[in-house]
């Protein structure tokens, strides 16, 4: 049980809803006036790390076959 709760296929559902978390909070965050520039550049690079380890996990997961 304790292996499932960090299993790459868990993390990487984590790390998706982070993501969309993320990406609301940041659409919120720029309809607001004023917005806050600092900290939804802040958000941006966040979901950008994100989106890295998610790619790097799904290419663990299931790596391309050579041609």
């Not at 993501?19 to 966040?46: G, M, T």
Request: hydrophobic share 40%.
């Amino acid at each position: 049980m304790q292996s499932n709760l960090h299993s790459p296929q868990r993390q990487l559902i984590e790390l998706r809803m982070e993501h969309a978390d993320l990406d609301n909070l940041i659409d919120r965050a720029a309809d607001q006036v004023p917005f806050d520039e600092l900290s939804l550049r802040r958000l941006k690079k966040r979901r950008l790390m994100l989106r890295d380890e998610i790619s790097r996990l799904e290419l663990a997961l299931d790596p391309k076959e050579p041609a």
